[in-house]
T-cell receptor
Framework: EAGVTQFPSHSVIEKGQTVTLRCDPI?????LYWYRRVMGKEIKFLLH????????ESGMPNNRFLAERTGGTYSTLKVQPAELEDSGVYFC??????????????FGEGSRLTVL | DAKTTQPTSMDCAEGRAANLPCNHS???????VYWYRQIHSQGPQYIIH???NNETNEMASLIITEDRKSSTLILPHATLRDTAVYYC???????????FGTGTSLTVIP
């Protein structure tokens, strides 16, 4: 069974440009999450989808970030316009069970974003 | 934001048990303790989780104190491939929002 896949693995863009990251969760997983680690900092939660609905987007840093999950399958995270401080690794994760009795999260390998 | 405290780094001899401690003194009664690890530049990997009873799976054992204020992750026979950063996480809320903290960097020495 395929795991969580993310694309691209690495993206280098200039400040002010737009980047779109994609995440394909494990088939059948309704829950999808985005996390990120910016330079020298801890891994931080960004948001959580249940199917196509945003369950919790409290970790989104500002309105330059837009996450979508049309049809409840794959998700995209767009950064527009990108700033230098957005550089880091963006992780996607999925899980089968949400809520209180949750199980484990399955993380992808991450998408490394470098903003010059 | 992190509600856990872990040593910054630890070493363990290959083949020996690795015991990674974690303090979570402010944990509430319905919060689970999770352990994840991140090997080099890969995505975090789930290891184990528990509420109040000790847990064991094919990867590790989790020992939670009776007052639940601390726990220990045990890798029974550490191998070089277990070298990673280990995160002890107390889950907040019901939406799977994990606070990873700084973790413990475990180095398994040949």
């Amino acid at each position: 069974e395929a795991g969580v896949t993310q694309f691209p693995s690495h993206s280098v863009i200039e400040k002010g440009q737009t980047v779109t990251l994609r995440c394909d969760p494990i088939s059948g997983h309704d829950n999808l999450y985005w996390y990120r680690r910016v330079m020298g900092k801890e891994i931080k939660f960004l948001l959580h989808f249940v199917k196509e609905s945003k369950q919790d987007e409290s970790g989104m840093p500002n309105n330059r970030f837009l996450a979508e999950r049309t049809g409840g399958t794959y998700s995209t995270l767009k950064v527009q316009p990108a700033e230098l401080e957005d550089s880091g690794v963006y992780f996607c994760a999925s899980s089968q069970v949400g809520g209180f009795l949750t199980g484990e999260l399955f993380f992808g390998e991450g998408s490394r974003l470098t903003v010059l | 934001d992190a509600k856990t405290t872990q040593p910054t780094s630890m070493d363990c001899a290959e083949g020996r048990a690795a015991n990674l401690p974690c303090n979570h003194s402010t944990i509430s009664g319905n919060e689970y303790v999770y352990w994840y690890r991140q090997i080099h530049s890969q995505g975090p990997q789930y290891i184990i989780h528990g509420l109040k009873n000790n847990e064991t799976n094919e990867m590790a054992s989790l020992i939670i104190t009776e007052d639940r204020k601390s726990s220990t992750l045990i890798l029974p026979h550490a191998t070089l491939r277990d070298t990673a950063v280990y995160y002890c996480i107390v889950r907040v809320g019901t939406g799977n929002q994990f606070y990873f903290g700084t973790g413990t960097s475990l180095t398994v020495i040949p």
